[in-house]
């Protein structure tokens, strides 16, 4: 798109957000800095992006009429939480400008469609095979070898929706955890660290990324992510490149995640991708000027772009569950800097806050 025919948002107008989570709040508070309103639209009454926003539509995913209303009361459209149905896009597409766009979000939503983009774009995944009957499965295992993860294809989240099987005799009993839901079989990589990239794309084609972060996941949840990830700059400028590509391959508008696996031998092999603000992300807020949030905002407001330089070092560890309970010794600790979602109840496995302590 070039610059005359870019859709933009000014300080002032409002910007429509589909999800209500607490992407969605730091979206909505990144907004406000910028002087723009947001309006959340999500099915869940009491969610914790409309705590700050100047608008709220409680309702489902698929009614339209409540869908006109919304596309009628915002200037563009964005989505916080990748699983928004594609024909919601489609639908709010004929009425207000979206990004991402709903061919982009159909993409990331089925495992099979993402990996199958990725290796199209000579890219490396893991070794995969779409898995739909027992047999598919013990196939694709004799194919890829007996050591793999058994994904859903459609709506795993935080490890959700997942099987390891470390070896044949593991295939029934992963198999059944799939409900006969269609899953895609993956082979079991043996990473050194794991990074993601936070990359995002203006509507005028212009890409900018932010340093690479080092997860840590326990059970499938991001737990912590470290800037700057213990990386070769060789492997950094790969990954930087890597997620440029993917962006501008979907025609992507606004911020993704790359999430990636660095083998011993500094190669990246792409797990997945995220169309969204990512929660590797996180530690932007404090250790950039403009922050992944207001980045997105940015790109989808048709603005421009900000630097994406980090000025600190910084770690960000995830609150789950109880460990929201040290929110008092965490407000006190130097350098830290407390982010709750303002979720009433914590429940085990429950991003409930972060913190980003600077280095
Ligand atoms: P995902 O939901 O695909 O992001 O997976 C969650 C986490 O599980 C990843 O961040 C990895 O730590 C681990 N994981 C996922 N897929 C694989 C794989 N093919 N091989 C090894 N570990 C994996």
Not at 36 to 61: L, M, Q, R, T
Not at 193 to 205: F, L, T
Request: glycine share 10%; charged share 25%.
């Amino acid at each position: 798109m070039n610059p005359d025919q870019m859709n933009m948002v000014k300080p002032g107008g409002t910007i429509g957000i589909l999800g209500g989570g607490q992407l969605g709040r730091m979206l909505a508070l990144a907004a406000a800095r910028l002087g723009i309103d947001a309006h959340i639209y999500c099915p869940e009454e009491n969610c914790p992006a409309s705590h700050v926003s100047a608008g709220f539509s409680c309702a489902a995913y698929d009614d339209e009429r409540r869908l006109s209303a919304f596309a009628g009361a915002v200037d563009a459209i964005t989505t916080e939480f990748e699983n928004i149905p594609a024909d919601t896009a489609r639908f709010l597409a004929e009425r207000k400008p979206v990004f991402p766009s709903a061919q982009a979000l159909e993409i990331a939503q089925d495992r099979v469609d993402e990996k199958a983009f990725i290796n199209r774009q000579g890219i490396d995944t893991a070794p995969w095979r779409r898995v739909d009957t027992f047999d598919d499965l013990n196939e694709a295992l004799s194919d890829i070898g007996p050591e793999g993860v058994l994904k859903t294809r459609r709506l795993g989240y935080d490890g959700k929706g997942q099987a390891r099987i470390q070896s044949l005799e593991d295939a029934a009993a992963a198999f059944a955890t799939m409900n006969n839901a269609p899953a895609v079989l993956e082979g079991f990589i043996d990473f050194q660290r794991e990074i993601s990239v936070i990359v995002a794309r203006g509507q005028d084609g212009e890409i900018r990324c932010y340093d690479p972060g080092e997860n840590r996941h326990a059970e499938g949840i991001l737990r912590e992510t470290t800037v700057p990830a213990n990386i070769s700059d060789k492997t950094r400028d790969s990954a930087l490149a890597i997620a440029g590509q993917l962006a501008k391959a979907l025609d992507y508008v606004g911020v993704m995640g790359v999430e990636m696996f660095v083998m011993r031998d500094g190669s990246l092999v792409v797990n997945e991708i995220a169309p969204r603000v990512h929660n590797t992300g996180h530690w932007t807020i404090e250790g950039c000027a403009i922050s992944q949030f207001e980045q997105h905002i940015r790109a989808v407001c048709g603005l421009p772009l900000g630097s994406p330089a980090r000025h600190s070092d910084a770690v960000m560890t995830n609150l789950i569950g109880d460990d929201v309970d040290a929110w008092p010794t965490l407000l006190a600790a130097p350098g830290t800097a407390l982010h709750l979602y303002g979720k009433g109840e914590s429940r085990p496995g429950r991003k409930m806050g972060h913190a980003t302590r600077l280095l």
